[in-house]
Every structure is written in structure tokens, then in C-alpha cells.
């Protein structure tokens, strides 16, 4: 049985940490289903009163395996109910939470560890597994690795690796024992403890782990309402890492104040299925997602029937839709599952112009949030540039500003958030007005919307000495619909460099339809018609730029690139840093493009 003292029970407002909330919607929710897993294409059930007593008995087991209040454990595995699982049960025993992205490398997994000070990793399965045991013996903090999914484990043995399953049995054989510990330790909970790690974004360098505590963490949970839009029985998809700050909240906040059913997708393969079958309500994830769900239904137009195609560029131009127009919005949304979406969220201060103004026709708000792991939400402002659509910032309690130089400066509730290294916190630099520097070049629009221009970092010089911020000259690259991503940077003579990703989708289908002879995606790159194609891209993006922000050298990465990929960061954008080091040697070959 749940236990909830009648002093928690008398009045929410007064619950401390996030486990003392976590645990009270679970006694309220008893055997209703708290979230939902695809695993081999069926959706399988976690009740609140399982994932209560799992929690509890993962927790013991931590305990059991010598663990101490203030101690770190990691989480390195896709968005599994264990993953929410082993994250509740650290934080209700006192211990602090720390997760990694899934795309990690064993290098990034590595230094994220040691960083940490992580005792105990829990890892998904033997992919994830090889990882540590690849860097373990420079975490010299390190003492247990737990396997979620031991399948192809069978015959593996090493002490310090164990399973989940025996930690579970473990963990029950001391609730049996101690019945009351579990909550007794959620009861001793504070609001100044920490609660979980949340790695930045490291883009330009190695990411830093920023501490949250819980006063501060449950203060945003409580907080997003009035944006947020959720409703009782509303679904949730959680599309993006938990590991990532703004999906831990948005997930944290759709189950624990809201009767909000959480979806997990099987893998990022089956994400568009998962979320035609689940048409959830709300929807964060990387600007790069939405950009895809536009993409994908063009590439389907484009093969549609005359009057389809007719009625689809109709929909998109009204200014006021008709009948036609409003049939042809709910067909779309349908067809992606967006039918019930009453709020998207990209979760970068630039999404694409285009990408916003194309979900605004299709009646679908979008969000563009500019955060970061220290700050939380800073930023939450409609991204279409529509006059109609267009509105004031949403509350979100935290100022911005810019600094003389063009530096994002943020101040909210946290007045000086800390970063975490093996225990010890340094604070993050903050101005002597309390103003903490993001580090981020940007402007802010009449509307507020934020628009990043670069790192502070990161500004080259061109060849008559003016500052050049790259992410200017990127995003003329992004608007084209064969380049999905590119990264700017210095080259010889004062000008500037690009590195392309290009669409592959997109240039594939452009290759089929124009009956051109290919077998893989280097030999599609080697024909002269595609780099004609990029030739005209690269000619059309520097024609929106000013003369001293144009591209004079560009190279296209010679491979397609994924998630998980290392030149990918883990909104699904170009790292900076992997990828200028990695393809520098491109810009020693003749020119190709």
C-alpha cells in the first residue's frame, strides 16, 4: 500500500520535492495507467501503483548496493518507463539523478561519468553496455553497471555488471524488511536537495552538467500551465531524450499535474507510426522534427492526384480559410497524427520561418522555446511570423535581455545556477546584476521572439574586419529543401567556409524523379546533375545574405548522417565542434561545388 501522510495529503501546495508529489498521484492514481510503452508494436500498460512500487523497490536496492544520500546515478538508455523508473527511485531515496543521451559515444558517455561522479550506470541494453565497459576504467567513481534489457547477455559475466531483474529482487527482499524506509526517505526530502543533473548542450565544447534543485525543478513544473494547455485525459508522446532538460519537465508536468497519459515510442524509427496511433495532444521536439513532417507530406504531394495538389497549395495560401480549406487542414493533420495537437513546441529559439508559417496554415500552433539546462524555459513565443498569429511572449518567469555585444543575458528563479563536478558546484557566470550570460549571440523581434545568431565564442572576421555571426549564413542554407543542416566556418583569406548535410530524402526523390542512375548515397552525391542542384542552392542562399556574410567554399558531408551519429547533436543539428574537426580535411581538396 501507498502510503501518504495526512500532513502531504492536507495540502499540495505545501509538497517539497518532486517524489512527494510523484508519490501522491500515485496513490490517487492506484491501478489507472500512468504511461505506455511500444515494445515489438504493442503497447504495453504501467499502472501509478506499479511504477510506485517498482520505483520503491529500485530504490532499496540502490541503498543495498552502498549507495550514500548525495551520491549520483546515471541513466544511459532511449525513453523506456524504467528510465522514469531508476529516476524517481534516486530521487526519492536522496540521491541524485543524472541522464545521458542514447546517442551518447563511448568518449561523450566517458566524460559525462566522470563528470558526474556516477556510482551506479544504468544502461539499456548490450549496445549501450559496451559503451562503459569501453570507458570504465577512467571512472574511477564508478562501482555498478545495471542492463535494463539483457537479451544477447546470456552467456555474458562480469562483476560488476548485473541485471535489472536482480536489482528488482533485490530491492524486493529489503521492502520486505523494511517496509517504511522508501517512505520514510521521500518524507526526509528537501527542497534545497538535488534532484538530477541536465547536461548543456555542448555544441561548442564539452557539455557541462548543470545541478537542479528540487524546489527549483517542481517550482517550473508547477508553473507551465497557462502555456502548456493540457487537460485531463489528455496523451502525451514523448518524442525527444529524457535526458534533455525541457522533455524531463514537460513529461514530469503532463503525469504528475495533469491527468496526462504519457506515451513512450518503441525507437525513433517507428516515431511517426507511434504517433499516428497515439494523436497526442501536446508535442515537444527538435525543430528538425517539424521540419521533417512538413518535408514528408511535400514529398507526398508532389505524387498526388491534380486536384489534391490543387487543393493542398489552396490551403496553404488562404488568408481566411473556406470549407475547402478547413477540410483539407484536418486531412493533414489526420494523416500525421496531429489531429488532436493543440500546442507544438520546438524546442529552439530559430525554427525555420517557412516550417512555422506551414503548421500555422495547417491550424497548428507552434512554439518556439528558448531554454537552457540552466535557466529552464526562458523564452515561449508563436513562431509564425503571421500578423495574425503573432502575440506577446508567454510568462514563463524569467527576463531576457540583450547585452551591448548582443549576448543573450537571462534572470529568473534561479539566481545563480551551479555546475557540477564530481560533487563540487561552481556557480555559472552571471553579470553583478544577477543576469546570467548564455553565452548565445541573438536578436529579439518586435514580438520577442529570440533569433540566435551565433555563439559569443564563434564570431569570425571578415576580410574588411567586420564580426560575422556563422548562424546568419546557416540558416540561408536551411531554407533550402535539400540541405538539412549546415555549419559555417573560418577559411583562409578572411571569408568563410560551409559544410553541407544535405536532405537525403529529398535529394533521393529529386534523383528517382529526374530517372537518374544511382546505387548508394555516395554515388548519388558523384553525379554532376546533383551538384549542379546544390551548385543553384548555395547560389540562391548566398543571394539572401549581405556581401560580407557569403559563403565563398562549401563542401558537402560525404555520408548520410543519423541519430546517434557523433556529428549530430541531440536536437538532430549539426555539432559545430565534431564536425569542423572531423571534415577539415575537405577543404584541402579541390573545389567541388
Known amino acids: 500500500m501507498i502510503h501518504v501522510s495526512a500532513s502531504l495529503a492536507a495540502d499540495e501546495a505545501r509538497l517539497a520535492t518532486l517524489p512527494q508529489l510523484w508519490r501522491r498521484r500515485c496513490a490517487e492514481g492506484g491501478d489507472r495507467p500512468a504511461l505506455r510503452h511500444k515494445e515489438r508494436g504493442i503497447w504495453q500498460g504501467l499502472s501509478w501503483s506499479g511504477y510506485f512500487s517498482e520505483a520503491r523497490a529500485i530504490g532499496l536496492a540502490m541503498a543495498e548496493s552502498g549507495l550514500q544520500a ?18 524517481m527511485a534516486a530521487q526519492a531515496m536522496g540521491f541524485v539523478s543524472h541522464g545521458m543521451y542514447p546517442c551518447s559515444m563511448a568518449a561523450q558517455v566517458g566524460h559525462a561519468l566522470v563528470e558526474a561522479g556516477s556510482r551506479v550506470v544504468f544502461v539499456e541494453n548490450a549496445d549501450q553496455l559496451m559503451k562503459v565497459l569501453a570507458v570504465r576504467d577512467t571512472c574511477p567513481d564508478l562501482r555498478h553497471i545495471v542492463v535494463l534489457d539483457t537479451r544477447g547477455l546470456s552467456r555474458f559475466t562480469d562483476a560488476q555488471v548485473s541485471s535489472y531483474d536482480e536489482w528488482l529482487a533485490r530491492g524486493a527482499q529489503a521492502v520486505a524488511r523494511e517496509p517504511a524506509l522508501f517512505d520514510n526517505r521521500i518524507d526526509a526530502g528537501t527542497g534545497e536537495q538535488i534532484a538530477f543533473l541536465a547536461a548543456t548542450a555542448g555544441s561548442t565544447g564539452p557539455a557541462r552538467l548543470v545541478a537542479r534543485r528540487q524546489h527549483d525543478f517542481l517550482r517550473e513544473v508547477r508553473a507551465v500551465s497557462h502555456w502548456l494547455q493540457l487537460r485531463p485525459g489528455d496523451r502525451a508522446l514523448s518524442i525527444t531524450s529524457l535526458a534533455h532538460y525541457g522533455e524531463r519537465m514537460l513529461a514530469q508536468k503532463a503525469m504528475l499535474m495533469h491527468e496526462t497519459l504519457l506515451h513512450l515510442p518503441e525507437n525513433g524509427a ?11 495532444h501536446v508535442l515537444f521536439a527538435a525543430p528538425r522534427f517539424f521540419e521533417k513532417l512538413q518535408g514528408t507530406t511535400e514529398l507526398f504531394m508532389q505524387e498526388a492526384v491534380p486536384v489534391a495538389r490543387t487543393a493542398y497549395a489552396s490551403c496553404l495560401s488562404a488568408h481566411r480559410p473556406g470549407w475547402l480549406q478547413r477540410r483539407t487542414q484536418a486531412r493533414i493533420r489526420s494523416a500525421l497524427g496531429l489531429r488532436n495537437v493543440r500546442v507544438a513546441l520546438a524546442s529552439g529559439a530559430s525554427s525555420p520561418a517557412q516550417v512555422a508559417d506551414w503548421f500555422d496554415a495547417i491550424g497548428i500552433p507552434l512554439l518556439d522555446c528558448y531554454g537552457m539546462a540552466e535557466a529552464g524555459f526562458c523564452r515561449i513565443v508563436p513562431a509564425s511570423r503571421s500578423m495574425e498569429t503573432a502575440s506577446a511572449p508567454f510568462e514563463t518567469g524569467t527576463q531576457l535581455k540583450l547585452a551591448p555585444d548582443g549576448e543573450v543575458l537571462v534572470r529568473g528563479a534561479i539566481p545563480r545556477p551551479g555546475y557540477w563536478l564530481r560533487g563540487t558546484l561552481s556557480p555559472a ?15 529579439v523581434d518586435e514580438h520577442g521572439r529570440v533569433r540566435l545568431l551565433g555563439r559569443v565564442r564563434a564570431q569570425t572576421i571578415g576580410a574588411r574586419g567586420e564580426s560575422i555571426s556563422p548562424e546568419i549564413a546557416e540558416d540561408a542554407f536551411r531554407l533550402s529543401a535539400y540541405i538539412a543542416d549546415a555549419i559555417v566556418v573560418p577559411a583562409e583569406g578572411g571569408h568563410s567556409a560551409a559544410l ?21 548515397y555516395a554515388s548519388l552525391l558523384g553525379l554532376p546533375e546533383i551538384t549542379a542542384l546544390i551548385a543553384a542552392q548555395v547560389e540562391i542562399a548566398n543571394g539572401r545574405l549581405p556581401e560580407n556574410h557569403r559563403v565563398r567554399t562549401i563542401r558537402v558531408i560525404p555520408r548520410s548522417l543519423h541519430q546517434g551519429d557523433e556529428e549530430l547533436t541531440p536536437a538532430l543539428r549539426l555539432n559545430r565542434r565534431v564536425v569542423a574537426s572531423r571534415y577539415a580535411d575537405l577543404f584541402t581538396e579541390p573545389l567541388g561545388v
Open 70 to 87: 548525495g551520491e549520483v546515478v546515471s541513466v544511459l538508455s532511449d525513453n523506456r518507463p524504467r528510465w522514469l523508473i531508476v529516476d
Open 500 to 520: 553541407l548535410a544535405l536532405d537525403e530524402e529529398r535529394i533521393r526523390k529529386h534523383a528517382q524523379q529526374q530517372r537518374l542512375p544511382f546505387t548508394d
Open 270 to 280: 517507428t516515431v511517426f507510426n507511434d504517433m499516428s496511433e497515439v494523436e497526442p
Open 429 to 443: 557566470a552571471t553579470l553583478a546584476d544577477g543576469w546570467l550570460r548564455t553565452g548565445d549571440l541573438g536578436r
